[in-house]
């Protein structure tokens, strides 16, 4: 009896110690969860909303950064300078731009259709969309009013064709290197900052007039 005594209560230690450390294992567990689940609720709280913190297209939220600008190019040129004017795209080439070429009414119709199949060719300019060629050419001449007909036209074309842009830069075969497409969007920006600052300091100018007035 005592030695049936004694085995019984070592069983009943063994079961008081293992149930101890079943029930703190279940309360770490218990602990551990609620510890991530906050987390996950935190981070839910805050991405909620992605474009809250981020820039999505052009609309700007907390980052507060500048839009960048958008042109849009007239490339011209003549008999001959088909070869030209591919080399002057491929400089001046960037997605978010659009891009009218012209060759005038002295170059051959199979110039212009070779211009054409050229940009047809190309897998960006033909994936985005944004590169055309003046099919009816326009005559060109160095005197007279052909030359700013002949620019109001494509003005007319990229506006009705891709009329989000903020700047038009009119670009001749033979303008060639080019500053980076980098480069130049900063410039543009720059100087789009230039002119708000300028309108804001305008507006505080009539403010104070006002003010005295």
Request: hydrophobic share 40%.
């Amino acid at each position: 009896m005592k030695r049936t005594s004694n085995n019984q209560s070592q069983w009943l230690v063994i079961l008081t110690a293992t149930s101890a450390l079943l029930l703190l294992a279940l309360l770490a567990l218990t602990l551990t969860h609620a510890k991530y689940s906050s987390a996950a609720d935190y981070d839910h709280r805050r991405f909620a909303n992605p474009d809250h913190n981020f820039i999505d297209g052009d609309n700007s939220y907390n980052l507060e950064l500048p839009r960048l600008p958008r042109f849009a190019y007239l490339l011209t040129g003549s008999k001959g300078e088909g070869p030209q004017m591919k080399r002057l795209l491929q400089a001046a080439y960037h997605p978010r731009n659009h891009y009218l070429l012209h060759l005038d009414l002295e170059a051959s119709d199979t110039e212009r259709l070779d211009l054409a199949k050229y940009v047809k060719s190309e897998s960006v300019m033909h994936a985005f969309r944004n590169a055309m060629v003046v099919g009816a050419a326009d005559l060109v001449t160095a005197k007279g009013l052909t030359v700013m007909a002949a620019t109001l036209h494509a003005v007319a074309i990229l506006l009705k064709r891709a009329g989000d842009w903020d700047w038009f830069i009119n670009l001749n075969a033979s303008d060639y290197p080019l500053m980076s497409q980098e480069r130049e969007s900063r410039s543009g920006g720059e100087e789009e900052r230039e002119r708000r600052e300028r309108k804001r300091e305008r507006e505080k100018y009539e403010i104070c007039v006002g003010l005295i007035l």
